[in-house]
């Protein structure tokens, strides 16, 4: 494909002119669909996307598009717009034949114990809960026998026993009802339901899911202490003995895990590289990297073992020669023996430590060393809180406040111990070619806003309660920066796959996947190559401007400086819990979310309405039932 590519196509051409001429429309996207090549639906599905996101689209002579960036959006204006595009991928989704079905089967009555059962039954009838708690007052105590939260941790073919449901169809369902599509993503996870334990069937007050963090996320990146550029500075700026005690250690902990067997066995390279590296060497590496990294596209590198039960281990060795993890240890030991290389000479002392900061050998071993410093940290000491709000009627009490608040509580915590605290470390493992694990303990959960500054998180606070009758502490959701706003959310389904497909077809026919260790954010990957191929300008155009605030919530006193490695305890200001004490936490925090929020909105004529108008009256119009697009007023 040439520099201008499909755009040649007179096809395309034509139906450009129609689209600049008449701006977006449902017929416009069903003739795109019957463009003749790959590569020209692909460019069609984009330059439809952007029209519908206030581009600018002109026609020029012979080549690509003129593009040009809506101006003047922000704010408010940003927010509405990417409501907007969520609101029409969610209908989208909803509107599959496979999830209308999920939907239809969750809502249909199905003997279970005797009784008629089904999702309504999950769902708590806001006008029994207004009266309940009118009847009440505003004493927590007393509230706590109306609404009382508990956690239940949805594992895999566990079923409610009050509806006989599986519980992560039940998770499922609920989250067909937010403002986003439902997706499932790789890496670590944990899906939770928050129930009130207070009303028959403990009807299902909010969800949430833990889940791998984002790797690249500069703002909180900066905030750890992360930034290569940074750890660069202070060594220059700030230079200590400890620093670089640090880099010789880290730099012997990361050789030790990466398999080496068939590259020595190849010849890649020979014994004595790895005491006294040589340039040579290190090109060989690369160059090798750079060979499996192509065999890998071309052939999909073999199959995976990746998530498979505790009770199966995975051959880690096998992984570690397949295309994918020879390439990406062939590039990290080529980074790691030109540290070595370097580090040879560095004197230990501050002085020495700030002398080999000024060279650019040392400046290169300290930001690869500092990168994996990161990696090693970030997929098992962080989680991302990507899932979390409450469900109605519980919204009109701020029960979003309360899901996160018990997201980073005791249970949630010592439920994703028991589920990570051993299990081998899915891109550590095949990069040392055996078991390696890092452990399941938080030091912090982030999140980011589904909108500009997200207002759930603002004040929102997660009690820790010492499990030796300490006094609590309120770890708080911080706001320490934004997304630059950059990402796939204004690509609509059907164009993210048009493009996996041409990203396909230049591959030979082997189609993006979302495999552990292929890299970040596999969406991200495919769409950028895809607008590449087509000759288009994908920084520019994945850069779509909704920033979105990021939050963090610390889990222990010394979280930032364990999670950089320098302190070997985060120390926790409460340890993850389960069993009676965890239960007991889940209550404190319960009772502080009530004291805190609840109790002084008692008695508003707003909230008594807003209650109210969830009822249980069929046909049900319940604020927590999944809305299809049929259905919609």
Same mark, same amino acid.
């Given at each position: 494909?040439?520099?201008?590519?499909?755009?040649?196509?007179?096809?395309? /051409?034509?139906?450009?002119?129609?689209?600049?001429?008449? @701006?977006?429309?449902?017929?416009?996207?069903?003739?795109?669909?019957?463009?003749?090549?790959?590569?020209? &639906?692909?460019?069609?599905?984009?330059?439809?996307?952007? !029209?519908?996101? @206030?581009?600018?689209?002109?026609?020029?002579?012979?080549?690509?598009?003129?593009?040009?960036?809506?101006?003047?959006?922000?704010?408010?204006?940003?927010?509405?717009?990417?409501?907007?595009?969520?609101?029409?991928?969610?209908?989208?989704?909803?509107?599959?034949?496979?999830?209308?079905?999920? %939907?239809?089967?969750?809502?249909?009555?199905?003997?279970?114990?005797?009784?008629?059962?089904?999702?309504?039954?999950?769902?708590?009838?806001?006008?029994?809960?207004?009266?309940?708690?009118?009847? *009440?007052?505003?004493?927590?105590?007393?509230?706590?026998?109306?609404?009382?939260?508990?956690? $239940?941790?949805?594992?895999?073919?566990?079923?409610?026993?009050?509806?006989?449901?599986?519980?992560?169809? %039940?998770?499922?369902?609920?989250?067909?009802?937010?403002? *986003?599509?439902?997706?499932?993503?790789?890496?670590?996870?944990? !899906?939770?339901?928050?129930?009130?334990?207070?009303?028959?069937?403990?009807?299902?007050?909010?969800?949430?899911?833990?889940?791998?963090?984002?790797?690249?996320?500069?703002?909180?990146?900066?905030?750890?202490?992360?930034?290569?550029?940074? %750890?660069?500075?202070?060594?220059?700026?700030?230079?200590?003995?400890?620093?670089?005690?640090?880099?010789?250690?880290?730099?012997?902990?990361?050789?030790?895990?990466?398999?080496?067997?068939?590259?020595?066995?190849?010849?890649?390279?020979?014994?004595?590289?790895?005491?006294?590296?040589?340039?040579?060497?290190?090109?060989?590496?690369?160059?090798?990297?750079?060979?499996?990294?192509?065999? +890998?596209?071309?052939?999909?590198?073999?199959?995976?073992?990746?998530?498979?039960?505790?009770?199966?281990?995975?051959?880690?060795?096998?992984?570690?020669?397949?295309?994918?993890?020879?390439?990406?240890?062939?590039?990290?030991? !080529?980074?790691?023996?030109?540290?070595?290389?370097?580090?040879?000479?560095?004197?230990?002392?501050?002085?020495?430590?700030?002398?080999?900061?000024? *060279?650019?050998?040392?400046?290169?071993?300290? *930001?690869?060393?500092?990168?994996?410093?990161?990696?090693? &940290?970030?997929?098992?000491?962080?989680?991302?809180?990507?899932?979390?709000?409450?469900?109605?009627?519980?919204?009109?009490?701020?029960?979003?406040?309360?899901?996160?608040?018990?997201?980073?509580?005791?249970?949630?915590?010592?439920?994703?111990?028991?589920?990570?605290? $051993?299990?081998?470390?899915?891109?550590?493992?095949?990069?040392?070619?055996?078991?390696?694990?890092?452990?399941?303990?938080?030091?912090?959960?982030?999140?980011?806003?589904?909108?500009?500054?997200?207002?759930?998180?603002? &004040?929102? $606070?997660?009690?820790?309660?010492?499990?030796?009758?300490?006094?609590?502490?309120?770890?708080?959701?911080?706001?320490?920066?934004?997304? /630059?706003?950059?990402?796939?959310?204004?690509?609509?389904?059907?164009?993210?796959?048009?493009?996996?497909?041409?990203?396909?077809?230049?591959?030979?026919? !082997?189609?993006?996947?979302?495999?552990?260790?292929?890299?970040?954010?596999?969406?991200?990957? %495919?769409?950028?190559?895809?607008?590449?191929?087509?000759?288009?300008?994908?920084?520019?155009?994945?850069?779509?401007?909704?920033? /979105?605030?990021?939050?963090?919530?610390?889990?222990?006193?010394?979280?930032?400086?364990?999670?950089?490695?320098?302190? $070997?305890?985060?120390?926790?200001?409460?340890?993850?819990?389960?069993?009676?004490?965890?239960?007991?936490?889940?209550?404190?925090?319960?009772?502080?979310?009530?004291?805190?929020?609840?109790?002084?909105?008692?008695?508003?004529?707003?909230?008594?309405?807003?209650?109210?108008? +969830?009822? +249980?009256?069929?046909?049900?119009?319940?604020?927590?039932?999944?809305?299809?697009?049929?259905?919609?007023?």
């Amino acid at each position: 494909m040439d520099e201008r590519g499909p755009w040649r196509l007179p096809a395309l /051409r034509a139906w450009l002119a129609r689209l600049v001429d008449t @701006g977006p429309s449902d017929e416009l996207g069903a003739a795109a669909a019957g463009l003749p090549t790959a590569a020209s &639906r692909a460019a069609a599905r984009v330059a439809l996307d952007l !029209a519908a996101a @206030g581009w600018s689209i002109g026609q020029s002579e012979g080549g690509p598009p003129t593009l040009q960036r809506p101006e003047g959006r922000g704010g408010a204006t940003e927010d509405a717009h990417r409501r907007a595009e969520l609101a029409r991928a969610r209908r989208a989704q909803l509107a599959e034949p496979a999830t209308r079905a999920f %939907v239809e089967r969750m809502e249909r009555s199905q003997l279970f114990g005797g009784d008629l059962r089904s999702v309504f039954d999950l769902m708590r009838d806001g006008a029994a809960l207004e009266r309940q708690l009118a009847a *009440t007052g505003a004493d927590p105590g007393a509230l706590l026998q109306v609404v009382r939260p508990c956690v $239940e941790v949805v594992h895999p073919g566990a079923r409610c026993a009050h509806t006989g449901l599986l519980l992560s169809d %039940v998770w499922r369902y609920f989250r067909h009802g937010w403002a *986003t599509p439902y997706r499932s993503s790789p890496g670590r996870g944990l !899906a939770v339901l928050i129930r009130d334990a207070a009303a028959p069937f403990a009807p299902v007050m909010g969800i949430g899911l833990l889940a791998s963090a984002p790797a690249q996320l500069r703002a909180r990146d900066r905030w750890i202490g992360w930034e290569p550029a940074d %750890v660069l500075t202070e060594c220059r700026s700030a230079p200590t003995g400890e620093r670089a005690a640090w880099l010789c250690a880290a730099l012997r902990e990361e050789l030790s895990e990466v398999y080496l067997q068939d590259l020595l066995e190849d010849g890649i390279i020979a014994p004595t590289d790895l005491v006294a590296p040589t340039s040579a060497a290190l090109r060989s590496l690369r160059a090798e990297a750079l060979a499996a990294a192509a065999a +890998h596209r071309r052939y999909g590198g073999g199959a995976t073992e990746h998530g498979r039960g505790a009770q199966e281990p995975v051959d880690w060795e096998r992984q570690a020669r397949t295309p994918l993890y020879r390439a990406k240890r062939a590039a990290l030991l !080529a980074a790691l023996l030109g540290a070595q290389r370097a580090v040879a000479g560095l004197d230990p002392s501050p002085a020495g430590l700030g002398a080999f900061a000024a *060279t650019a050998d040392g400046a290169r071993a300290i *930001t690869a060393l500092a990168r994996r410093a990161k990696a090693r &940290r970030l997929g098992a000491c962080i989680a991302e809180l990507a899932v979390c709000g409450a469900v109605a009627p519980y919204r009109a009490l701020l029960g979003g406040k309360l899901i996160a608040a018990l997201m980073a509580g005791a249970e949630v915590r010592a439920a994703w111990e028991r589920r990570y605290g $051993e299990a081998d470390a899915q891109v550590a493992s095949p990069m040392a070619g055996r078991p390696v694990q890092r452990g399941g303990t938080l030091g912090l959960i982030g999140t980011t806003s589904l909108y500009g500054p997200g207002a759930q998180y603002n &004040r929102a $606070e997660a009690p820790q309660h010492p499990c030796d009758g300490g006094p609590p502490h309120l770890a708080r959701y911080r706001r320490i920066g934004a997304t /630059r706003g950059y990402g796939t959310s204004h690509l609509s389904p059907a164009t993210r796959e048009a493009l996996a497909q041409l990203v396909a077809e230049a591959r030979g026919g !082997a189609r993006p996947t979302s495999r552990m260790g292929e890299g970040v954010s596999p969406r991200l990957r %495919v769409a950028r190559e895809g607008l590449e191929l087509l000759g288009l300008d994908a920084d520019a155009l994945l850069q779509h401007g909704a920033g /979105r605030a990021i939050y963090v919530v610390e889990l222990g006193a010394a979280a930032r400086p364990w999670l950089r490695g320098e302190a $070997e305890d985060p120390l926790l200001y409460a340890a993850p819990e389960a069993g009676a004490r965890g239960r007991a936490a889940t209550e404190a925090t319960a009772r502080y979310w009530l004291e805190r929020w609840v109790a002084p909105r008692l008695g508003r004529p707003e909230l008594r309405d807003e209650l109210a108008r +969830h009822s +249980h009256a069929r046909p049900s119009r319940h604020g927590a039932r999944v809305v299809l697009p049929e259905d919609e007023p």
